[in-house]
């Protein structure tokens, strides 16, 4: 088998997608920062999700999408949306409460790592040397963000655990749903999906932090309405797509640069440090995107 075998050559519209949703969740990062700072996690996210519902129900009708998912299909829907989506949001989103945005979303987006692993490990998954290559070099990246929170984040070992138990449950959820045998159209599933994770968030929102509501601020607001339109409306759907149809390495991978975004947006919004090991990382996530979204030579 050539060595750039499992590799897969992005169109231009599938390029377009990861160039929107790198720019929209990296962003999202300080953003969900400025949300979480006065305002309680789980109740942020809840709000965001239940906001975001009318837009994800006009997409449907304008599309003419089918909402219907036949009852022998719910079980696997519900499998996925727990690992996509209600751990991930549940974890990551407190996990944002005690950590940097910056941090936070290196955090997050090493579940590229862990997806490309559970889908070698446990799927049986063949990933030719330069996939690999892309997840090491993914992976030196991250560990170079991280070096100057390591004492940092002994302070906050439960928020890291939780940062990193959302990244695996991510990963997992990616690989389930790129081997799912659900019928219907990805928008259904991402609508389903969203609803049931506002449902769970909804539940925890109202267990554990019901004694901290109160009316939002501005900045506050304005968070809201950037995830709720942007993120679980637009970046989501997409992302899932992309999730669904491509080999894992291309749909993961090829989105490490959202970390780097947050750390460098984090950096002028809300002043947190860089050091060396950040513009180091850059050009190893870039190497990373290279090994996938370049073309591979034909033999």
């Known amino acids: 088998m050539p060595d750039n075998a499992g590799m897969q050559t992005l169109s231009r519209r599938q390029l377009l997608a990861l160039v929107a949703i790198t720019l929209i969740w990296g962003l999202n990062w300080p953003v969900m920062k400025l949300g979480v700072t006065c305002y309680p996690p789980l109740s942020f996210?809840?709000?965001?999700?239940?906001?975001?519902?009318?837009?994800?129900?006009?997409?449907?009708?304008?599309?003419?999408t089918p909402f219907r998912v036949p009852r022998q299909q719910w079980g696997e829907l519900l499998k996925i949306a727990v690992f996509n989506m209600m751990v991930w949001h549940g974890l990551m989103i407190v996990a944002v409460k005690s950590l940097s945005s910056g941090r936070a979303a290196i955090l997050g987006y090493s579940m590229p790592i862990f997806s490309a692993m559970l889908g070698a490990w446990l799927f049986g998954a063949k990933l030719s040397n330069r996939a690999w290559a892309g997840v090491a070099a993914a992976g030196v990246g991250v560990t170079l963000l991280l070096w100057h929170e390591f004492m940092n984040l002994s302070g906050n070992p439960l928020a890291v655990g939780m940062a990193l138990g959302s990244a695996l449950s991510w990963a997992?959820?990616?690989?389930?749903?790129?081997r799912t045998t659900l019928t219907v159209p990805t928008l259904t599933i991402s609508f389903w999906m969203t609803l049931l994770t506002a449902c769970s968030m909804t539940v925890l929102a109202t267990l554990f932090e019901r004694h901290l509501w109160a009316w939002p601020s501005t900045t506050t607001w304005g968070a809201v309405a950037y995830n709720a339109v942007l993120i679980f409306g637009c970046a989501q759907t997409l992302w899932l797509h992309l999730a669904r149809y491509l080999t894992p390495v291309a749909s993961t991978l090829s989105v490490m640069f959202i970390p780097v975004i947050g750390v460098?947006?984090?950096?002028?919004?809300?002043?947190?440090?860089l050091h060396w090991q950040d513009w180091a990382a850059v050009a190893l996530m870039v190497l990373a995107i290279a090994s996938v979204l370049l073309p591979a030579r034909k033999t």
Do not use: D, H, Y
């Open 45 to 64: 996210r809840t709000v965001s999700i239940w906001l975001s519902m009318p837009v994800m129900v006009a997409s449907l009708w304008l599309l003419k």
């Open 172 to 178: 997992l959820g990616i690989q389930l749903l790129r």
């Open 264 to 273: 460098f947006s984090g950096a002028l919004w809300l002043g947190e440090i």
